[in-house]
């Protein structure tokens, strides 16, 4: 069973920046995808950045430019620069793990990210 352990979440003004932090630990198992998905009061779960195994990204369009996701493999570690934050960026964000066939996928417990003035 993987443990992931979410940090970096807080309060920050418009145009302000925030680094999330997600170190895996406990059983063994190829990590193919590390990604960050985040929930919104009263609005579905989406995906904001994902890194797969290859190194290729993908970013959700209200992010590009943004947002950089990135990984470090010795470490299981996978981070979101978020820069030039809006309001409509706060939600709760999730960070996940994913075998490269999707028989393990694991959930962080979230991390609240707040930008209001």
């Known amino acids: 069973q993987a443990q992931l352990v979410e940090s970096g979440g807080g309060l920050v003004q418009p145009g302000g920046s925030l680094r999330l932090s997600c170190a895996v630990s406990g059983s063994t198992f190829s990590i193919y995808s590390m990604g960050w998905y985040r929930q919104a009061p009263g609005k579905q779960r989406e995906m904001v950045a994902v890194i797969t195994g290859t190194g290729n990204t993908n970013y959700a369009d209200s992010v590009k430019g943004r947002f950089t996701i990135s990984r470090d493999n010795a470490k299981n570690t996978v981070y979101l620069q978020m820069n030039s934050l809006k309001p409509e960026d706060t939600a709760v964000y999730y960070c996940?793990?994913?075998?490269?066939?999707?028989?393990?996928?694991?959930w962080g417990q979230g991390t609240q990210v707040t930008v209001s003035s």
């Open positions: 996940n793990v994913r075998s490269r066939f999707g028989v393990d996928s694991y």
